[in-house]
């Protein structure tokens, strides 16, 4: 059973997060697109891309990992998008 009050989030796992809604950007297309895909307010987001804490940043990630397809853990960890990933753009090394 997880424990009633996990860890606070670190600032590297923000840092995560963030580099996640920028790929998710990049691959929709709009604030706007993403917003409704994660379920959130377009306020609340760009919050977190200025680095704002906001109390849903850890509903946030999960809505974020399941869009992306990774564990919620993985996400936190750094783990997606994969490294060597276009921050800006989404495309892969290859």
Known sequence: ????????????????????????????GSWARVAKVVRSRRRTLRRVRSGRRIRTLRALAKRLAKIVGVTPAELLAGRFPPPGTCPHCGRGSE
């Open 1 to 28: 059973m997880p424990s009633p009050n996990p860890p606070p989030i670190t600032k590297e796992e923000e840092a995560h997060i963030r580099a996640t809604l920028v790929f998710l950007h990049a691959k929709i």
